[in-house]
C-alpha cells in the first residue's frame, strides 16, 4: 500500500458536520445531489449556496464581486464545484474546505484551477485547502459508474510512462525523471490492487483511490509537470471532445485512452484491459453512448492535434491512422470486426 503526500486529508463520516459548528458563517460552492445529501445534517446553513459548472473568469470573477461576508469557503461535489470554491478561496484569500462527492476528482488535491475560456482550459491561481473530507457515505450516494470510473486518471499512468520514456529517448520535453518515472508504474500497481475493491464499493477501495490521487497532486506539483501521469491517452480525450464537440465522464474517456494507446503502444495492452475488468468500468461504447465513428475520426485527428496544439512529444505524433491502427484500436475495445 502505498504512502501519500499531499493536502491534509480527512476520511471518514459526518465529516463536514464536524466542521460547520467551528465556522460563524460559510458559503457553500454545490452540486446540487451531494448537498441533498449533507446539507440537511448541518448544524447552521450557508450565506449562500452558489451552484458551480460554469468556469469561465467572467462568471467566476461575477461570483468573487458578489460573494457574501463569510469566514469560509466550503466546495461539494465534482470537479466543477472544486474548481470554483478554489477561485473564491484564492481570490478572497479564504479558507477552503473541500467535499468531493465521487473519487474520479483530483481537483481537490491540485493548486491551480481549470478555467474553460474560448480556446479551451488554461490554468491559473494557487489554492491550499484546510482539508480535502472525504465522506464515505457521500461517495456510496454517487452512481457506481462514477465512482469506477475515478481510476481513469491513476490509470493513465499506464500509457504516460510509456509516452514519456519515447519523447525522452527522442530528446523532447521534459527530462527524464527515475523516481517520478518509478512512482508512475507504483501508481498502475496500486490501481490494480484497489480495483476488485472500488467495483464493490469498499471504503478502502475509495480511500486508496483518493490518496493516488492525493500523491499525483502533490507531485505534479513537485515535479513542475504530470508527464508521468498524462500522455497520449489524454490527448486522444482531448481530439475527442474537439472532434465530437462534447465530453463523457473524465475517467471513462481517458481509459478508453489507455485501452486504445496502450495497444497501439505495444505496451501490455491485457494489463490496462485487466485493471478495467477487475474495477468493473463501463468500456463498451454503447454503455458509454459513444459510437465508433467518433472513435475512428478522433484518432483520424489525433496526430494533427496534438501537433497544433503543441502537446508533448508522444507515440501520437508519428502515429499512422491506417486500417491496421484502426483494427487495433477496435480489438482494443473489443469490437466486433463487423460492428458500426
Ligand atoms: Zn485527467
Known amino acids: 500500500m502505498m504512502v501519500a503526500q499531499g493536502f491534509a486529508t480527512r476520511y471518514g463520516r459526518n465529516l463536514l458536520a464536524d466542521v460547520v459548528p467551528s465556522l460563524a458563517s460559510y458559503v457553500a460552492v454545490a452540486h446540487p445531489e451531494p448537498w441533498a445529501v449533507l446539507g440537511p445534517s448541518l448544524a447552521h446553513q450557508p450565506e449562500a449556496v452558489i451552484a458551480a459548472g460554469d468556469l469561465t473568469r467572467a462568471h467566476l470573477e461575477h461570483l468573487v464581486d458578489t460573494l457574501p461576508r463569510v469566514d469560509a469557503i466550503i466546495g461539494i461535489g465534482g470537479g466543477s464545484a472544486m474548481d470554483t470554491a ?20 483530483d481537483a481537490c488535491f491540485t493548486r491551480m484551477i481549470a478555467l474553460r475560456d474560448a480556446g479551451g482550459v488554461h490554468y491559473e491561481g494557487d489554492a491550499v485547502p484546510v482539508a480535502v473530507l472525504v465522506d464515505f ?6 452512481p457506481p459508474a462514477l465512482v469506477r470510473g ?7 499512468c499506464h ?3 510509456f509516452d514519456w520514456q519515447l519523447a525522452a529517448r527522442a530528446g523532447r520535453d521534459h527530462p527524464w525523471d ?4 518509478q512512482m508512475s508504474l507504483a501508481y498502475v500497481d496500486e490501481v490494480e490492487a484497489l480495483a476488485p475493491l472500488l467495483a464493490i464499493g469498499a471504503d478502502e477501495g475509495v480511500r486508496r483511490l483518493m490518496e493516488c490521487h492525493r500523491d499525483i497532486g502533490w507531485r505534479c506539483h513537485d515535479l513542475g509537470h504530470a508527464r508521468f501521469e498524462e500522455g497520449s491517452e489524454h490527448f486522444f480525450a482531448y481530439a475527442f471532445e474537439e472532434v465530437t464537440g462534447r465530453t463523457i465522464m473524465h475517467g471513462e474517456l481517458v481509459a478508453m485512452g489507455v485501452l486504445i494507446m496502450s495497444s497501439l503502444q ?4 491485457q494489463r ?18 459513444v459510437t465508433w465513428g467518433e472513435v475512428e475520426a478522433s484518432l483520424r485527428r489525433l496526430p494533427s492535434f ?3 496544439q503543441g502537446l508533448w512529444f508522444s507515440v501520437a505524433n508519428s502515429l499512422r491512422v491506417d486500417d491496421a491502427a484502426l483494427g487495433t484500436a477496435r480489438d482494443a475495445l473489443q469490437l466486433a470486426a463487423s460492428a458500426p
Open 178 to 181: 527515475e523516481h517520478a518515472a
Open 266 to 269: 505495444d505496451n501490455d495492452p
Open 150 to 156: 475515478g481510476i481513469g486518471d491513476v490509470l493513465s
Open 86 to 105: 478554489k477561485w473564491l478561496h484564492w481570490r478572497r484569500e479564504l479558507p477552503l474546505y473541500q467535499v468531493p462527492s465521487i473519487p474520479s476528482v
Open 272 to 289: 490496462a484491459r485487466r485493471i478495467v475488468d477487475l474495477a468493473q468500468m463501463r468500456t463498451r461504447l454503447d454503455d458509454l453512448g
Open 137 to 142: 457515505d457521500l461517495m456510496a450516494a454517487a
Open 306 to 308: 496534438v501537433d497544433e
Open 159 to 161: 500509457t504516460a510512462r
